[in-house]
């Protein structure tokens, strides 16, 4: 069974760079045929796909926000990583890391984190 | 690239049938048959229901079907039970490896 586990900062600062990890455990990242991805939802808000990355490091990002989005992986800790610089308010949400099948749907999720900006 | 449109809400009584909707372009809905619906509980992370317009994950009740027509994409579900009061979303694959979500429905189970 995969489980995915988002760590990292719970509070970030304005206009400073947000990172996250999701640890991947019950599978391999370097699998084939997997897309990994990040999904955030603002409070009491819908689902936003940010971006995703395959294990070869191949990355496709949200038009509305790939200037701020970065998403890396690191395969030798079966891990993938999302950085969004320049945050402001609006970005405080809850993070998720999925993982999504042949660009088809996502199977598996993480439980998600919730990150606020503020100073 | 917009959201696509869900209704913001839907009820039903136990045993009725309900059905949402997923309004897209044909950019997306329309143009792929890659749409997928997924639900949430509060506070939980979203939960796979539907793949491929109208397959069925292991485990996913019966009474969940899905289907497409155009650009919307539909999600019934049958013979409601207490246990099915959610959120749902739909997503579409987009084009150009981007994706979509709905902006969610809000399921009572009256």
């Known amino acids: 069974q995969v489980q995915l586990q988002e760590s990292g900062p719970g509070l970030v600062k304005p206009s400073q760079t947000l990172s996250l990890t999701c640890t991947v455990s019950?599978?391999?990242i370097s699998s084939g045929g997997y897309y990994w991805s990040w999904i955030r939802q603002h409070p009491g808000k819908g689902l936003e796909w940010i971006g995703?990355?395959?294990?070869?490091?191949?990355?496709?990002y949200n038009p509305s926000l790939k200037s701020r989005v970065t998403i890396s992986v690191d395969t030798s800790k079966n891990q993938f990583s999302l950085k969004l610089s320049s945050v402001t308010a609006a970005d405080t949400a809850v993070y998720y890391c999925?993982?999504?099948?042949?660009?088809m749907y996502f199977d598996y999720w993480g439980q998600g984190t919730l990150v606020t900006v503020s100073s | 690239q917009s959201a696509l449109t869900q209704p913001r809400s839907v009820s039903g009584s136990p045993g009725q049938?309900?059905?949402?909707?997923c309004t897209g372009t044909s950019s997306d809905v329309g143009g792929y048959n890659y749409v997928s619906w997924y639900q949430q509980h509060p506070g939980k992370a979203p939960k796979l229901m539907i793949y491929d317009v109208s397959k069925r994950p292991?485990?996913?009740?019966?009474?969940?079907s899905?289907?497409?027509s155009g650009n919307t994409a539909s999600l019934t579900i049958s013979g409601l039970q207490a246990e099915d009061e959610a959120d749902y979303y739909c997503c579409s694959y987009a084009g150009s490896y981007t994706r979509v979500f709905g902006g969610?429905?809000?399921l009572t189970v009256l």
Do not use: C, M, N, Q
């Open chain 1, 26 to 28: 019950g599978g391999s």
């Open chain 2, 66 to 68: 899905g289907s497409k």
């Open chain 2, 104 to 106: 969610g429905t809000k």
């Open chain 2, 17 to 21: 049938s309900v059905t949402i909707s």
């Open chain 1, 52 to 60: 995703y990355i395959y294990y070869s490091g191949s990355t496709y």
């Open chain 1, 98 to 103: 999925a993982r999504e099948v042949a660009l």
């Open chain 2, 58 to 64: 292991s485990g996913v009740p019966d009474r969940f």
